[in-house]
């Protein structure tokens, strides 16, 4: 196996990373994989309750694939243990436990999605219910043994729940350990994660150690921020853009972001060249219309290509640019049964208080759909073939509707 | 099955407990067992890295025998599985890890020396690794999210602990939940320990709860002091009366206790009738060496019969009140291979600085045994034969040795 030089590989891996514990660790082990050909195995923990994959999911990706590029093996590993327990206190309902069927259904969706940014061929694929099904409570004691109750009250969600007095399920502390446990089973060279994972990444060091393995190096990426710009991308915070929207609504989206956000989407979730980004940043700050637009498009053309990357910029200068309809437009995607009524429509998407409003509405001429004006308060729509769209009401309220 | 009318029982087992938690609770549990016939079923764990029995066990042991006699059932059961992990942490080598063959054996050295209290064709002894052994982690987390953090660090030694600064393994927090799990398989009515164990008891109350069982009743009893009359009696601070040993021993060592423990001997450790108790405080506080005497006896006849306890009284009679030896003699068990050299003896008992200083000392004529003064310094003594005997050194250094 042929690797870059280990200085051009360093130089790469760096970028937008947030930590790389220890960096000389790094450097030594792709090293010897240099010297040995043998790839490194790079180690990406999945949760399978959530496999709608965004932006935010794809910092993460986009460096692992700098990995693969590189030559080295990544192993994907599905959460599926955990997520078949779900909430193991019995107080909440946020967790349902899932199937074997579910969590592999989600493993599969996660990896298609996944592909779009992985060389899909070099990918490994692995379930920690496979072992960790299989420890018993001996094993578990012993792993439990591993580490002290101070050091988990040390990570972050730990420290403040327990200040502030709100219950931490002893079975909570387990979790962290069976990470752990997954990057000995692999033999992990490396793990990745967000900033929210460095303890958990850390663990798994900890314990490859105290079995006697050489412990991996833990590189940590920023979190991004959604559409809001205040919190982190999420799907339950509806802030997001999945990777495998339309390319009119990804566009749209990113159309929509604050402006303090553009350059750091650029840094993190576009695939402009390392030696390209003080030029953008500099656009970022004078221009922002402009290098919105680029961004939009650049982010765009990474998921669908740059044909459809360029039909949705055409989109948006037809509907937005040209009618002098406002950039941020919040988008909306209604979870209903197509086909949809129009008043309906109105008021789940907040833009009537109510379906009789929203019948006056129609009916006086105030509501048009892409610039069409609509006077039929029967109307239904199919949301999943002709979204996005644009719903006027009155002169300053527009949603999109997504799908 | 007859059971002794409610208000008896509950009298009886009211005596010298600490707490019932909650007291209602054995009542109606009392009740319901009159009613149906069907016995109660009382569980005491035991630790098998130890199964040299004391008096300090034996408080509980004889709340036990009370249950027996009602007619419940005793159920002790033997904690190999968490004996057979030893120190998960692997920090310490105070706790290595028994074989199942070990644990087997302390059960049965356990069985055997409670069976001098217990009625022993009515104890069933089980071996939680049975059912812990066959727990998946998938079960251990399930477990654990049955309690909390916070819950887990009121329980005194883990508070005083943290506090510290003092690690606590994770696994530790693991215990107490299998211990719970324990009243869960043998569904325990009652279980009884020392205060030391109230948090354990409780978890144990709590954990059956959540699985919809009806809760146990925690009875806790004191904690004995052992001979020093400061620390709890434990073999490891060797401040202990073995329920084993022999009745000189036995006899002597109850003579060393200090006065203040008479009392509490009589009412924790004798078979003192509860309407003798009054008589027996008065006594040991106005003639607190007659008090001590028939403490002596009043035990030593509770584990080796009348006969023998009256020929032990007769040997301290002989050996210390006739000869004005001091009553508050230090015994000394040698951890040596017999024969044992006596000059070897001297100094591992504390009674001369080196053997060189020994044999200066018997050569003089100053050492005497049993009153019979030794000049020979080749003299060997075979210990498990001979002991009891009184070592002397000069006019006032005596050392009691035992076997």
């Known amino acids: ?84 327990i779900g ?23 996660y990896f298609q999605q996944a592909s779009k940014i992985l060389l899909p061929e070099r990918i490994k694929i692995v379930y920690n219910s496979q072992w960790l099904g299989k420890l018993s409570f001996e094993d578990v004691v012993r792993l439990a043994g591993k580490t002290t109750v101070a050091r988990m009250l040390e990570r972050d969600d730990f420290a403040g729940r327990y200040a502030r007095g709100d219950a931490i399920g002893i079975h909570e502390f387990l979790y962290p350990l069976a990470q752990a446990q997954d990057s000995v089973e692999i033999k992990a060279d490396i793990e990745l994660g967000g900033t929210d994972q460095k ?39 509806d802030n997001y853009i999945g990777i495998t929207e339309s390319s009119e609504t990804m566009y749209g989206k990113i159309l929509s972001i604050p402006d303090t956000l553009i350059y750091r989407y650029f840094e993190l979730a576009s695939d402009e060249m390392v030696n390209e980004l003080p030029a953008l940043k500099k656009l970022s700050s004078e221009a922002p219309r402009d290098a919105k637009h680029r961004l939009a498009f650049s982010i765009t053309r990474l998921y669908h290509g740059a044909k459809q990357a360029r039909e ?56 048009s759909i892409d610039g069409q004006k609509v006077t039929d308060s029967r109307l239904t729509l199919d949301i999943s073939a002709s979204a996005p769209f644009l719903i006027k009401v009155g002169k300053r309220r527009f949603v999109r509707i997504v799908r």
């Open 199 to 237: 303890f958990n990444l850390l663990m798994g060091r900890s314990v490859q150690k105290s079995v006697g393995q050489v412990p991996q190096v833990c590189i940590t990426l920023p979190i991004l921020e959604g559409l809001d710009g205040a919190e982190k991308m999420s799907k339950s915070l």
């Open 1 to 84: 196996m042929y690797f870059p030089p280990v200085e051009e590989q360093i130089l790469h891996l760096k970028s937008g990373v947030q930590e790389i514990i220890p960096e000389e660790e790094l450097r030594a082990k792709l090293e010897q994989a240099v010297k040995t050909g043998k790839p490194l195995t790079v180690k990406l923990g999945c949760d399978p309750s959530r496999p709608d994959l965004h932006l935010g999911h794809a910092v993460v990706l986009r460096k692992l694939r700098q990995f693969q590029d590189f030559g080295h093996e990544i192993v994907l590993i599905v959460g599926d243990f955990t997520g078949m």
């Open 87 to 109: 909430d193991a206190s019995g107080r909440s309902k946020m967790r349902p436990a899932l199937s074997l069927e579910e969590t592999r259904r989600n493993g599969e969706t």
């Open 312 to 367: 949705a910029s055409e989109y948006f200068e037809r509907t937005v640019i040209r009618k002098e309809i406002p950039e941020n437009i919040p988008s909306f995607r209604p979870e209903l049964e197509d086909p949809v009524g129009l008043l309906n429509l109105l008021t789940v998407s907040g833009l009537t208080p109510s379906n009789g409003a929203a019948r006056r509405l129609v009916e006086q001429g105030a509501v």
